[in-house]
């Protein structure tokens, strides 16, 4: 949970306006402009490309349109770059774009006479498109552009790359027409407020407008969407079409969907406004406590952490001595007694040294059948997870409906995701989340050690302060979560977090702002969502080193929200 930040602020925020996805990628083009690169969709193997020491090539599956698309794999010593020298018009704006799956995936162009540019994604397991632009200089004829991953991470794969902007001479471009209508939509999980829609990519695609009963409600530049704000029990119609520089495809044909009764989740015997607490199983200069001793406030207490162990997937845990438990018979006691006061005690996987790896069914299911045997053996009520260093969204929400089968309705699932995992519903937190948001209890996001980043409403907000708070947690409201599956993520004092710590006052602000329209600063939401879980703070620990003041201030406000 405490964990410093290895990325640069600003470059946070740049990477976060490209994954957030809300707004055009393109602008209109002129009738001139062609995509200059040349097998853009790698459909001649890597003819016009140069791979870095034969470390590219072309693989027939995945591909995000067409037959094939680049492969590339990276080494402990090399990026696997794959780049291009298209000719361009001196002067002139260029849009660079294409699909992009894998980790650490970065697209980018150099020579441009100007300023080279570049973005870049943190991965996902599905496509996801990349997109920037860049100015040529009075003198420039010729722009590299590239792709690469990162050193020693896994593969990552690319596709339909375009460079639209006036034609530079170098032939071979293709004219951009207006694209075909989208196939396969179809309506997946429904909640009682949103409903996810998917459907087939459409080759030449930029993006893709939704339209729900007849009205367009949305604008996304990949396959899917979650449709949110609906009311419960409802049906409702929806169409979708893909659109690009050239123009709108018709619409595609109808689906209907029916929004559920109630809100979703799991975690049966937690509050309907519930506080969550880390406690540390180890001893960090913060006041060490056994489970008895966390206060009242707390009605959901994260055990922190589980251990890896040598197979993948598989979780164990150990109580640390220096926690001061004569037995583990004494800690199971305390779980117990908890309970009977009606907490849930869940057991935390991951944090800032968590190394636990869940990409494969294997490991999936070693996940789900050691968390499930801890959870007999000492009582815990559920999982929390908290992987600060990369999570595949396929398996770990096959391990988590996994787990749940075997635990059943009362599960108790918790995430604290960083500031960065939440910014788009295409990125592998946001999108286990709404996976599992038929078992998830809270997303207690991390809204600390973070820098700045965008709000739902496209602008940037620096941490510690309200807005912050409000304008971050608009997107997970916004994006497909029940507002019962949303809470605020604070450090306790000071010394809990590197960065980002707000006095409990602001927290009590913001809640009211989400949950009542009162006490906002400058961003204040469309609407209120009286439903919001609560809060969380890392950690009891640091809470009962700074006398407790965070709980006894946040605790009453989150118990007395509406």
Same mark, same amino acid.
């Given at each position: ?105 970065? #697209? ?10 570049? &973005? ?28 690469? +991953? ?34 396969? #939509? ?27 009963? +007849?009205? @367009? ?16 029990? &409802? ?15 018709? @619409? ?34 913060? &006041? ?138 295409? +990125? ?92 906002? +600063? ?41």
């Amino acid at each position: 949970m405490d964990r410093a930040r290895r990325w640069i602020e600003g470059a946070l925020a740049v990477t976060a306006a490209a994954a957030l996805g809300v707004t055009a990628l393109a602008t209109t083009a002129q009738a001139a402009d062609i995509n200059v690169a040349k097998n853009a969709g790698f459909e001649s193997d890597l003819s016009n490309w140069t791979c870095s020491a034969g470390t590219g090539s072309v693989v027939g599956s995945p591909v995000h349109s067409g037959a094939r698309a680049l492969k590339g794999t990276p080494t402990a010593q090399d990026t696997a770059q794959c780049s291009q020298a298209v000719a361009v018009k001196p002067n002139s704006t260029y849009t660079l774009s294409s699909w992009v799956q894998g980790s650490y995936v970065y #697209l980018g162009a150099s020579g441009t006479g100007t300023t080279d540019v570049s &973005t870049w994604t943190p991965g996902s397991s599905g496509w996801q498109q990349l997109s920037t632009t860049f100015t040529t200089g009075a003198n420039t004829t010729s722009v590299t552009v590239y792709t690469h +991953g990162w050193y020693g991470q896994s593969a990552y794969y690319a596709d339909d790359v375009s460079v639209l902007g006036p034609d530079g001479g170098g032939g071979g471009g293709d004219p951009v027409v207006i694209p075909a209508v989208p196939a396969g #939509l179809a309506a997946g999980t429904t909640t009682s407020s949103s409903v996810d829609l998917s459907w087939n990519p459409v080759s030449g695609a930029t993006g893709y407008n939704v339209y729900r009963d +007849g009205s @367009k409600v949305a604008s996304v530049s990949g396959a899917s969407a979650t449709a949110t704000g609906l009311a419960a029990a &409802t049906s409702y119609s929806f169409q979708v079409s893909a659109t690009n520089s050239a123009g709108e495809s018709a @619409k595609s044909a109808a689906v209907t969907a029916k929004t559920a009764t109630s809100g979703g989740g799991g975690g049966g015997t937690v509050p309907k406004h519930a506080v969550t607490g880390y406690w540390q199983n180890f001893n960090n200069g913060a &006041t060490v406590q056994k489970l008895r001793d966390v206060p009242s406030q707390y009605d959901i207490i994260a055990v922190s952490f589980a251990d890896a162990t040598s197979t993948p997937g598989q979780i164990s845990f150990t109580l640390d001595p220096a926690v001061g438990y004569a037995s583990a018979a004494d800690f199971k006691a305390d779980i117990a007694a908890k309970q009977a006061a009606g907490k849930s005690v869940i057991l935390s996987v991951g944090g800032e040294k968590g190394s636990v790896s869940v990409n494969s069914d294997a490991s999936a299911t070693a996940f789900a059948d050691s968390a499930y045997s801890l959870m007999q053996q000492y009582g815990f009520d559920g999982v929390d997870i908290d992987l600060e260093n990369g999570l595949n969204s396929t398996y770990m929400s096959k391990a988590l409906h996994q787990l749940s089968a075997k635990a059943g309705a009362k599960l108790v699932l918790t995430m604290a995701p960083q500031t960065i995992d939440m910014q788009s519903t295409s +990125g592998e937190y946001f999108k286990t989340a709404l996976n599992v948001k038929d078992i998830l209890t809270v997303v207690n996001m991390q809204y600390y050690n973070s820098g700045s980043m965008l709000g739902c409403d496209g602008k940037v907000y620096s941490q510690g302060s309200v807005d912050f708070l409000t304008a971050l947690a608009c997107i997970q409201l916004e994006g497909g979560l029940d507002p019962s599956q949303v809470g605020l993520g604070v450090p306790a004092s000071t010394r809990g977090a590197g960065s980002g710590y707000v006095d409990p006052s602001v927290v009590n602000n913001a809640l009211d702002c989400l949950t009542r329209g009162t006490g906002c +600063g400058s961003f204040k939401p469309a609407r209120t969502y009286p439903g919001l879980r609560g809060a969380m703070t890392w950690s009891t620990n640091w809470d009962a080193t700074a006398g407790n003041a965070w709980s006894n201030s946040v605790g009453p406000k989150v118990h007395s929200l509406p």
